[in-house]
C-alpha cells in the first residue's frame, strides 16, 4: 500500500511542479493523472501495483467529506445567526455570477467577431474539419 500511495503522490506532486515551473492553465493533480496514465501504458505491472490502494480510496472517498459535515455542525450556531446574511448572499451572488458571465462572454464575442480562425493554428484543426 505504501508503494502505491508513494506512487500516486509523487505523480501528483510531479504534475504540480510541471504546472507551476511553466506556468500552465492546468492544475498540477491533472498533469499527474495524464502522467500516471502514460505510465500505466508503459509499464502495466504498475496498474496492479496501483489498482487495490486506488480502489480503496475511492471506496472511502465518502470519508473526505465528514471533515466538512463536522464543521458545519460544529458551527451551526454561527450558521444559524448568520443564517440571513448567507441565504442573501448565495441568493445575490448566483445571478450576479451569471449575468456577469454572459456579459463577459458577450463582450469576447463582439471584440472578436469577424475575425478568421488562422489555419495553420492545430488548436483549431479540428473545428475546421467539422
Keep these: 500500500m505504501i508503494p502505491a500511495l508513494v506512487t500516486l503522490l509523487g505523480f501528483q506532486l510531479a ?7 511553466l506556468a500552465l492553465p ?49 458551527h451551526l450556531h454561527e450558521l444559524e445567526v448568520n443564517a440571513l ?3 442573501l448572499a448565495l441568493v445575490v451572488s448566483t445571478p450576479l455570477a451569471i449575468v456577469v458571465g454572459a456579459l463577459v462572454f458577450t463582450g469576447v464575442a463582439r ?3 469577424g475575425r478568421a480562425v488562422p489555419a495553420e493554428d492545430p488548436a483549431f484543426a479540428e473545428v475546421e474539419d467539422e
Design 85 to 87: 446574511a448567507i441565504g
Design 15 to 21: 504534475g504540480e511542479v510541471i504546472s507551476r515551473a
Design 26 to 74: 492546468l492544475p498540477g493533480p491533472v498533469l499527474g493523472m495524464l502522467g500516471l496514465v502514460a505510465a500505466f501504458g508503459l509499464f502495466p505491472r504498475l496498474v496492479d501495483l496501483v489498482r487495490p490502494t486506488a480502489q480503496g480510496l475511492l471506496a472511502n472517498l465518502s470519508l473526505l467529506f465528514v471533515p466538512a459535515g463536522v464543521g458545519v455542525v460544529a
Design 111 to 113: 471584440l472578436t467577431e
